[in-house]
């Protein structure tokens, strides 16, 4: 009885934490989507002054006048006020970790959450207060490591963590294979880095080292592609559909990607001579603030994240099989460890038939 | 407190390098160079201070005379600046929202983007423009630039803003033309230092150094290229090219029209299939460039594909040369606009800035030029041109 009240409170006490985890995921995808909206729409200096708006602050700003404004008001404000939810989503995340959590280090992680909200927010008031592109480059790229951040967050407070990993048999990843996976969210920021500086560039910049960083983004999309081709090869046969699912996924995703960052290209610049075969190319016609080319646009912007989401997932998920598997071979002598011994408790709770 | 915070961040960070002055236009002050044989940059330096008193800066434009109404001071600074927003929406920094990324702070063309066009973006400095309405050598009126911001150009990088504010699109037109005249009064005054002050390696005498102020030889000099671009925009109504009224045909009196054209096409006056091809699909080889590129090639005596000789101007930032390509009539796609005015008028003036020729109107068939209906012929033949493949 003192086990199964144990592993109760266990998942009791993480169901809380992992819902809340997963609340800030569901948020921060939307707020880069609509983050990525602004910047878009050029509205990031819409809202002038900051932390409130227009003299307001920003959670009695007149509702009306957000609502029924200009579309730049709209999107501006309303980053802020779901960037404010994300915020206090994380500070509730901080308080159950510490009243429920007992792994100090998933503790340390929730306020490490809060400080990279909070320094997010810093970094989006400062962009505004100081009207600086720069900023706003180095805020666009924090979003999607928060975001990243946001799901290891919940992957490490899931029921799997604690029950799934060390029930399997079978031999550890090969060390290749875990640096593919490895590879794969650090490519996958590199690009959003690499896109960054492109949507962000300087009304200075030399053509120069702008064609240099899109092609080096073009290469690179490409290399990754290969890379999560490559790393689902090495995985799909692991017996773990946690692992060799997104790994898939992120075969699609980046395919996906690429075939949006074309049409990024496209709606900005026209088609690009490599591809003056493609029908129409020839008469295409360009047009400033179109809404579905800003949606192109955007979603280039979000599904970039999404690859770097999914990469972490994937990244914490292998690691933590691999501590897991490694621990079995090692002792090859059944001495349960705690994650074991919980999971073996949890079967025991779970199938009482096998006691 | 939170500046200490905003300042410690952006030491760590870094911040967007401030834009003090607008980059002096170092290719044509070695086509100067090549061409006079004397050094330009003493006066290149001289000019941008000139200019930049007389025009101000990419943050902070003035317009250096007020008496004219080419552009209205307001949309210069609308326009200008960096990228905001106000509560009522208003756009601010309206250039470097929409154009800079391709056409640069100067309008030099020399944008970040700009390696990846075909066609590059237009150098607005030379005050030269392709799609307008009035003679070949003359500026084009604000509704020509008004017409293909709003148009676009098909198949190029040029946007269309038809869905853009319309105010924002007339404080961009001023915004061009703000450019134009700076960018071609700082040419014409290096040019102007060197032929009539004698800047060479080093300054002239005193009163002959460039003044924005309209005092000593120097100052005269500057006023005066500084009246002539002004006037020169100032009288473009006065140049529209006027268009003979246009009949919509159809049947036989169509087919008729067109089968004329199609003789006006390969005829020896025109020869339009000696660069469009015979049947229009743009298809000939070209050897020749546009005038953006001759300047620092051909017309200084450099070989365009000579990678060496070319070094210093591509260092200064001149774009790799790029041949020019008669337009493919077949595909329905004209960069200037496909409508019976647009084309009579491309053929009776050329297009500036490019190969393409004019050619003379007559009021009878005399071999030299051809007669209004002879054009539009020619004019029903290319439109006919442009629904097949």
Redesign the interface.
């Known amino acids: 009885m003192g086990a199964e009240s144990n592993l109760a409170d266990f998942h009791e006490q993480g169901s809380l934490i992992h819902r809340l985890c997963v609340l800030l995921v569901c948020l921060v995808w939307p707020l880069i989507w609509v983050g990525g909206l602004v910047t878009t729409y050029?509205?990031?200096?819409?809202v002038?002054d900051w932390p409130g708006t227009?003299g307001y602050n920003l959670f009695l700003y007149p509702y009306k006048t957000w609502l029924l404004?200009?579309?730049?008001?709209f999107i501006e404000h309303g980053h802020r006020l779901l960037g404010a939810v994300v915020g206090l989503v994380a500070i509730c995340l901080v308080a159950s970790a510490y009243f429920r959590e007992r792994r100090r280090w998933v503790v340390v992680l929730t306020w490490g959450l809060l400080l990279a909200v909070i320094s997010q927010g810093?970094?989006g008031g400062?962009r505004v207060?100081?009207?600086?592109?720069?900023?706003a480059m180095?805020h666009g790229c924090f979003g999607p490591a928060f975001f990243a951040l946001c799901v290891a967050a919940a992957v490490v407070t899931g029921r799997r963590w604690n029950g799934y990993w060390a029930r399997l048999g079978e031999r550890p990843l090969s060390p290749g294979c875990v640096a593919l996976v490895v590879a794969i969210p650090v490519l996958s920021y590199t690009q959003l880095v690499l896109g960054a500086q492109l949507r962000h560039?300087?009304?200075?910049?030399?053509?120069?080292?702008?064609?240099m960083i899109?092609a080096t983004h073009v290469i690179v999309a490409f290399f990754l592609w290969f890379i999560t081709m490559l790393a689902w090869l090495r995985i799909r046969r692991c017996g773990d559909l946690t692992l060799s699912r997104p790994a898939g996924l992120l075969i699609g995703l980046v395919g996906i990607q690429i075939a949006l960052g074309v049409g990024t290209w496209v709606v900005?610049?026209?088609w690009?001579?490599i591809l003056d075969w493609f029908p129409g190319?020839?008469?295409?016609?360009?047009?400033?603030?179109?809404f579905s080319d800003s949606i192109i646009v955007t979603s280039h912007v979000a599904t970039g994240s999404l690859i770097l989401a999914v990469s972490s997932m994937l990244l914490v998920r292998v690691l933590r099989s691999q501590h897991c598997l490694k621990s079995n071979v090692d002792r090859d002598v059944a001495e349960p460890t705690e994650y074991e011994y919980r999971n073996n408790t949890e079967q025991q709770v779970l199938e009482p038939a096998t006691v | 407190m939170r500046n200490a915070?905003?300042i410690a961040?952006?030491f760590i960070?870094?911040?967007?390098?401030r834009?003090e002055t607008f980059?002096p236009n170092r290719v044509f002050s070695l086509s100067l160079e090549k061409t006079r044989g004397a050094s330009a940059e003493r006066a290149t330096e001289d000019a941008r201070r000139v200019v930049q008193e007389l025009y101000g800066t990419?943050d902070d434009p003035s317009w250096p005379l007020p008496d004219n109404n080419l552009a209205d001071l307001q949309n210069l600074v609308r326009s200008s600046g960096?990228?905001?927003?106000?509560?009522?929406?208003t756009?601010l920094g309206l250039f470097?929202?929409?154009c800079?990324?391709?056409h640069?702070?100067e309008g030099s063309g020399?944008?970040?983007?700009?390696?990846?066009?075909?066609p590059y973006p237009r150098d607005f400095r030379h005050g030269v423009f392709k799609w307008k309405s009035t003679e070949r050598g003359k500026k084009p009126t604000r509704h020509d630039i008004r017409q293909i911001l709003v148009n676009?150009?098909?198949?190029?990088?040029?946007?269309?803003?038809?869905?853009?504010d319309p105010e924002d699109v007339d404080a961009l037109v001023d915004y061009v033309i703000f450019l134009s005249t700076r960018g071609e009064v700082e040419r014409r005054v290096i040019a102007a230092a060197i032929d009539e002050l004698d800047y060479g390696e080093t300054s002239p005498e005193d009163g002959w150094e460039l003044d924005s102020r309209n005092e000593g030889e120097g100052g005269e000099v500057v006023h005066e290229v500084l009246e002539r671009v002004h006037a020169d925009w100032a009288e473009t109504q006065d140049h529209e090219v006027p268009v003979p009224s246009f009949s919509d045909l159809t049947g036989k009196a169509l087919a008729a029209s067109i089968a004329r054209g199609k003789e006006v096409f390969h005829g020896k006056v025109a020869n339009c299939a000696g660069c469009h091809g015979p049947s229009g699909d743009g298809s000939l080889p070209t050897l020749d460039y546009d005038d953006w590129t001759k300047e620092y090639t051909t017309r200084i005596g450099l070989t365009p594909d000579d990678d060496e000789a070319l070094k210093p101007f591509r260092e200064a930032g001149a774009?790799k040369p790029r041949r020019i390509m008669p337009r493919?009539l077949q595909?329905?796609?004209f960069h200037g606009g496909g409508d019976a005015a647009s084309l009579f008028r491309r053929i009776t003036q050329g297009i500036a800035g490019t190969p393409m020729p004019a050619v003379e109107v007559v009021s009878e068939p005399n071999g030299k030029g051809l007669t209004v209906e002879e054009i539009w012929d020619l004019v029903r033949y290319v439109q006919h041109l442009s629904t097949s493949r």
């Open positions: 050029d509205a990031g200096m819409a002038p227009y404004g200009p579309f730049d008001l810093l970094l400062m207060v100081w009207s600086d592109r720069t900023l180095v560039v300087q009304p200075n910049a030399a053509p120069g080292g702008f064609a899109v900005n610049y026209g690009p001579t190319s020839t008469g295409f016609l360009v047009r400033a603030k179109g | 915070v905003l961040v952006c960070l870094g911040c967007d390098a834009i980059l990419p960096p990228v905001s927003s106000e509560k009522d929406g756009h470097r929202e929409h800079v990324v391709c640069a702070l020399l944008g970040a983007a700009s390696v990846f066009q075909n676009g150009i098909p198949g190029t990088a040029m946007p269309s803003f038809a869905l853009v774009l493919k595909g329905g796609v």
